[in-house]
């Protein structure tokens, strides 16, 4: 009997051990908001952030659909995640963050805007003045933008060319001090001078849309941090595939090593 319950707490532990590492697998240092857009964390209007309870509101239609990890949300150019947010969302006087998420485009130009090709919001501080990354189809080659107040730095051209039509991409956006930076599925894609620090007038976060678009497509994994990733932490983001196990899989697991503890 001694014998049996031993090997239960030696599966238990294995198990746990197997799931902290998954856990582990995205960076948690400076981890300030993490909306993963899974079903679980979805309950009518209301959008869960798991980490830091800067919960959203769904404005408009979104569908849930397949994500890159587990569900996400598609977005149709006008619907969004409005976030009010918290303290720990305002980079007022900051000089260091980072957001990172997947976005796969619906078409070539996924954007309704006020102007032709412009603005597709992914995951901004837009409606108030803060900083947005976006889909700017007046950006040639540099469409999927980062810019960042004071002055919405970048605007004129900041950004990562078009990614394939239906296609998940990886986009990482930092402010670095005196740099912004903007990676491509973990590479460095382009950098430039910041002149900081940064300047907001709220903590309001826009996923999907803001006052002048939105972004045609699905988005997910949204992740923000109130200090600029190293290389190597944006290259393991990339490679993690989130944070949270599913309460279904993990259950599922300790369902699973239940039956073989019984068995023997
Ligand atoms: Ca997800
Ligand atoms: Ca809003
Ligand atoms: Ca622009």
Redesign the pocket.
């Known amino acids: 009997m001694l014998k049996r319950i031993t090997f239960t707490l030696f599966v238990l532990v294995a198990i746990l051990m197997c799931a902290n590492l998954t856990i582990a697998d995205l960076v948690t240092d400076g981890l300030v908001a993490y909306w993963s857009l899974d079903a679980n964390t979805i309950s009518g209007t209301d959008v869960k952030d798991v980490i830091g309870g800067n919960n959203g509101t769904i404005t408009g239609n979104l569908t849930q659909v397949a994500g890159k990890v587990n569900g996400a949300l598609e977005f149709d150019g006008a619907s969004s995640v409005d976030v009010v947010g918290t303290d720990a969302l305002n980079f007022n006087g900051k000089s260091e963050m980072t957001v990172a998420v997947w976005a796969k485009p619906a078409s070539d130009d996924p954007v309704v805007g006020v102007v032709a090709g ?1 603005c597709g919001s992914i995951v901004a501080q837009r409606d108030a003045l803060s900083w947005a990354l976006r889909y ?1 189809g ?2 040639a080659g540099q469409e999927f ?1 980062f ?1 960042v107040c004071p002055n919405w730095q970048g ?3 900041f950004g990562a060319p078009k990614i394939a039509t239906g296609e998940w991409h990886y986009i990482t956006a930092i402010v670095a001090v005196d740099k912004r930076q903007l990676y491509l599925d973990g590479a460095l894609v382009i950098e430039d001078v910041y002149a900081g620090p940064m300047v907001s007038n709220g903590p309001e976060t826009d996923i999907g849309h803001a006052s002048d678009g939105g972004f045609v497509g699905t988005i997910d994994e949204i992740v923000m941090y109130n200090k600029a990733l190293t290389a190597d932490q944006v290259k393991q983001n990339f490679q993690s595939a989130g944070l949270v196990i599913s309460s279904v899989s993990l259950q599922g697991k300790l369902a699973t090593a239940w039956g073989q503890i019984k068995s023997k």
Request: hydrophobic content about 10%; aromatic content about 0%.
């Open positions: 412009c700017d007046r950006n933008e810019i605007d004129g051209g």
